[in-house]
């Protein structure tokens, strides 16, 4: 069993900045790729940034220059600090970890940012 624990959504004005952090926990053998999705109302989940094994990221274009994802792995733990957010922003945010060839989901963690 894994779980992945995430931490640190909440509502914040335009130009602000949070830090979301995700705790993968249980039976982990090897974590391939951690990285972060979003779900807004009425849209489909999309990529908004992720980190390799080896420290390679990819962004998506729209976070590119503002949000920046990092990883802890001794402490199996997955960051995403953002900064200038913009009400667009206002999404679920998704944990997601690859392990071995399965894929793991958090719970979401709520991001509103207000105008």
């Known amino acids: 069993q894994v779980q992945l624990v995430e931490s640190g959504g909440g509502l914040v004005q335009a130009g602000g900045s949070l830090r979301l952090s995700c705790a993968a926990s249980?039976?982990?053998?090897?974590?391939?790729?951690m990285g972060w999705y979003r779900q807004a109302p009425g849209k489909q989940r999309e990529l908004v940034a992720r980190?390799?094994?080896?420290?390679?990221?990819d962004y998506a274009d729209s976070v590119k220059g503002r949000f920046t994802i990092s990883r802890d792995n001794a402490k199996n733990t997955v960051y995403l600090q953002m900064s200038s957010l913009k009400p667009e922003d206002t999404a679920v945010y998704y944990c997601?970890?690859?392990?071995?060839?399965?894929?793991?989901w958090g719970q979401g963690t709520q991001v509103t940012v207000s105008s």
């Open positions: 980190i390799i094994s080896g420290g390679s990221t």
């Open positions: 997601n970890a690859v392990i071995t060839i399965l894929n793991f």
């Open positions: 249980g039976t982990i053998y090897r974590i391939n790729n």
